[in-house]
C-alpha cells in the first residue's frame, strides 16, 4: 500500500492522521475489491468503522477555551482549581513576573456555560481574565 501511495504526489501535505487512515483505508479497499475480495473488504470496512465510532466516543463533548488569567500577590492556583474541577482543564503556561502571574488554562465547556468566569473574575486578586475559543489549530 504504502508503494501503490508513494507514486501518488499531493500539492500539500497530510497533517491530520484521520486524512492518512481514510487514504489508507480507500487505498486497501480498492486492493481488495480489485483482487475480488469483496467479503475482505466489506469486513475491513466494519472495523474501520468501529474504529472510527470508538475514536469518537473519546472525543470531548463541548467547545474547547484558552482561559488566561492574571493576577497579583499570592498565588490562587488552589482556588482556581476548586472552581474548575468540574471541568476538564488543563494549565498550559504559568508565567510569574515579580507580584504578577499570568496562567493559561485550556479548559472543555459544555453548553456554554459560562458561569464560572463571574467567580474567578471576583477573587480580590483577579486582574482581568479572558476567555478564547480554541479549535485545535492556531491559523484561521
Known amino acids: 500500500m504504502v508503494g501503490a501511495l508513494s507514486i501518488v504526489r499531493y500539492r500539500t501535505a497530510i497533517k491530520d492522521p484521520m486524512d492518512l487512515l481514510f487514504l489508507f483505508w480507500a487505498v486497501?479497499?480498492?486492493?481488495?475489491?480489485?483482487?475480488?475480495?469483496?467479503?475482505?473488504?466489506?469486513?475491513?470496512?466494519?472495523?474501520?468503522?468501529?474504529?472510527?465510532?470508538a475514536i469518537n466516543k473519546n472525543i470531548p463533548?463541548?467547545?474547547?477555551?484558552?482561559?488566561?488569567?492574571?493576577?497579583?500577590?499570592?498565588?490562587?492556583?488552589?482556588?482556581?482549581?476548586?472552581?474548575?474541577?468540574?471541568?476538564?482543564?488543563?494549565?498550559?503556561?504559568?508565567?510569574?513576573?515579580?507580584?504578577?502571574?499570568?496562567?493559561?488554562v485550556e479548559i472543555v465547556v459544555k453548553k456554554d456555560n459560562l458561569a464560572f468566569m463571574e467567580t474567578i473574575k471576583e477573587l480580590p486578586s483577579v486582574n482581568d481574565l479572558t476567555l478564547i475559543q480554541y479549535s485545535g489549530e492556531y491559523h484561521g
Open 28 to 53: 486497501a479497499t480498492g486492493i481488495t475489491i480489485g483482487a475480488n475480495m469483496h467479503y475482505l473488504a466489506f469486513l475491513g470496512a466494519v472495523i474501520v468503522i468501529l474504529t472510527f465510532l
Open 61 to 104: 463533548k463541548g467547545k474547547m477555551y484558552v482561559l488566561v488569567v492574571h493576577y497579583s500577590g499570592k498565588d490562587i492556583g488552589d482556588e482556581l482549581r476548586r472552581i474548575l474541577r468540574r471541568k476538564r482543564y488543563q494549565i498550559k503556561s504559568k508565567t510569574v513576573r515579580r507580584d504578577n502571574v499570568e496562567l493559561a
